[in-house]
């Protein structure tokens, strides 16, 4: 289980380094990234959290390339990063992404299949569901199809791999703080408090 963030080729981005994405996939978070991962990382929430012109009730944006595009994200009420968990079986080859209109702020719905009422929806198109029954729980990559590939782990195991999951989150999120100090030092606290917000996790220590 890796949490994941949605991205797609950074196409003229020049504000700070950013890795060369090819196409749309999946950016695995953690304390490993390089600093032109966590550039692209923090470029794609951003963007993703840019309101359109048209319906941008905020604030005038500053005149500064930097503090123009950091704007949606900084003054957004919900900020929101597109993503998910992704599991997959290394026995079998079968993966549960993330579907469409899924976000990493909501990691923890995956908790209410062990601690609430036993199963989560994870987006659509596809439709990831995770149940819980009894001691086992199956996950479902879409169950839109009949022929879904599924995943059956214990429940024990699937605490195992979330607390795995939330301390990758953690360590990114820490990596992600450091690397707002040095490239975006005059937004380096906001930026990092919107991102333990997009990632429901608690702010970093301080260092």
């Known amino acids: ?13 020049a504000l700070w380094p950013v890795a060369a994405v090819e196409r749309y996939g999946y950016l695995p978070l953690s304390g490993r990234l390089d600093t032109a991962e966590v ?9 993703y959290n840019d309101p359109d012109p048209e319906e941008d009730g905020c604030t005038p944006r500053p005149a500064d390339p930097v503090g123009a595009f950091l704007h949606g994200l900084l003054t957004v009420d919900t900020p929101l990063a597109p993503g998910g968990l992704r599991v997959t079986d290394t026995a079998t080859g079968a993966a549960l992404l993330p579907g469409c209109c899924n976000g990493l702020e909501e990691w923890r719905a995956w908790l209410q299949v062990l601690d609430g009422d036993g199963q989560a929806w994870f987006g659509h198109d596809p439709a990831p569901h995770a149940e819980r029954h009894g001691g086992t729980v199956r996950l479902t990559a879409d169950a839109d199809r009949e022929d879904s590939p599924v995943i059956d782990l214990s429940a024990a195991e699937l605490r195992r791999l979330l607390t795995g999951a939330e301390r990758g989150l953690a360590d990114f999120l820490q990596l992600a703080a450091d690397w707002a100090v040095r490239h975006l030092p005059g937004h380096a ?8 917000r997009c ?9």
């Open 1 to 13: 289980m890796h949490p994941v963030l949605e991205v797609f080729p950074p196409g003229d981005f």
């Open 39 to 47: 550039g692209t990382a923090v470029m794609r929430i951003a963007d």
């Open 189 to 196: 606290a906001g930026v990092t408090a919107v991102l333990a």
């Open 199 to 207: 990632l429901d996790l608690p702010g970093p220590a301080a260092h």
